[in-house]
């Protein structure tokens, strides 16, 4: 098994497409072609994750956060980014992140969140815009039910729990083939006249180039006319943050002391607390001070997140409690959740779920 093998999986299941544009995903470090002996899951890569990922015979890690996150201009050792770097390629081990993708995956990260505290009625907190794409395309009307199929066959067509969805209208096209054309209906130097289906299909923006390759392959035409527009639609399925509820309410001050137990939390730090039971629960794992107001808007009686600065905690107003759990700690289980992918993946091979705790802030 290669490298790429994995990086297939993990793309089939969170998409780098649907990464934030500021984030640093995918292969890092490392060659796509190389063969496997073992795969580290780990929440960071730090130097001590290499040293156990080469204890363990483990030749690639797959690391939730990215190591390499702006440009690095020089590999000097000055920088414990560096030297994990450096590390890495003495000891032709590849380093792969995922990080935003599976944010904003429906069953990633917040979603994992949400099964630590049982949430039930789930839905996306912050749905991620421009996911949808929308395919439009102009088929001899003989062909029209081969070029669908083919589309359905690659994803095209899905729309949330409905598959095979499309829209067609029926008209006329018309060409005319000069003397280089090699037209498979009509005679070159002749305007031709063809009955046609034009077919609207939508799809996810990640499927774009498969759905092209497979309009080419699947359409009957040299030169095929298509357009593909991004659709103001939201995808409740991509997007960052999750709400949920909880079974039953219950008062503000016992449920902080549930979230500290419940995310080994040396501290929660939260603003004032409500007199009103909590039910609604907002969630986002790691930094999550701009998403506050989409909590607020959704009614949330609680919203639970880290790297919450002074002045954010004013923004609560009465409306809710802003509880802050730690960024190490909202996301400590997301490590868990990719070991179980991979694992059920490739079943007859060595995928380790690390044993460091990367947690950089220490309480006392």
């Known amino acids: 098994m290669q490298v790429n093998d994995v990086i297939s999986a993990i793309e089939n299941w969170a998409p780098l497409a649907y990464a934030e544009d500021f984030d640093n995903v995918g292969l890092l470090v490392g060659d ?37 996150f702006g440009g690095l201009k020089k590999l000097t ?14 000891h032709n081990i590849a380093i792969y992140a995922m990080h935003t993708a599976l944010d904003n995956h429906h069953k990633g990260v917040n979603y994992k969140i949400c099964d630590q505290l049982n949430l039930i009625n789930r839905s996306i907190l912050v749905p991620q815009k421009n996911t949808i794409n929308k395919l439009v395309t102009y088929i001899p009307k003989a062909d029209a039910e081969n070029v669908r199929e083919a589309l359905f066959e690659v994803g095209a067509g899905s729309i949330g729990n409905y ?12 060409f005319n083939p000069n003397d280089e054309a090699n037209p498979t209906i009509g005679e070159k130097g002749e305007t031709h006249f063809e009955e ?18 497979k309009l080419q392959e699947s359409h009957p035409y040299e030169e095929v006319a298509y357009e593909i527009t991004s659709l103001e639609n939201k995808n409740q399925q991509i997007g960052i943050g999750m709400l949920g509820e909880l079974e039953e309410k219950i008062e503000p001050k016992k449920f902080i002391q549930q979230l500290k137990k419940t ?5 929660v730090r939260h603003s004032d607390l409500l007199d009103k039971a909590i039910k609604k629960v907002a969630v986002l794992g790691g930094s999550g001070a701009f998403a506050i107001n989409n909590a607020k808007q959704k009614k949330a ?7 919450l600065k002074y ?5 609560a107003e009465g409306k809710l409690i802003l509880a802050d759990i730690g960024h190490y700690e909202s996301e400590q289980y997301t490590k868990d959740l990719i070991h ?18 990367t947690n950089p802030i220490q309480y006392s």
Do not use: W
């Not at 995310?263 to 501290?267: D, L, P, R, V």
């Open 32 to 68: 796509r072609k190389m063969e496997l002996s073992g795969v580290l899951i780990s929440l960071d890569t730090l130097e001590e994750v290499v040293d156990e990922a080469i204890e363990q015979n483990c030749n690639m890690i797959v690391s939730f956060h990215p190591i390499i």
């Open 77 to 90: 050792g000055n920088s414990y980014v560096e030297r994990v770097v450096i590390k890495a390629i003495q």
């Open 163 to 174: 598959d095979k969805c499309s829209f067609t209208i029926e008209g006329s096209g018309s």
């Open 196 to 213: 046609e289906v034009q077919l609207n299909v939508t799809f996810p923006k990640h499927l774009t180039s498969i759905v092209l390759q």
């Open 263 to 267: 995310f080994n939390c040396g501290i």
């Open 301 to 307: 009686d609680i919203y639970i997140t880290a790297d």
């Open 311 to 315: 002045h954010d905690f004013y923004k």
């Open 340 to 357: 179980s992918y991979l694992t059920k993946k490739f079943p007859n091979f060595a995928i380790v779920l690390s044993q460091k705790n």
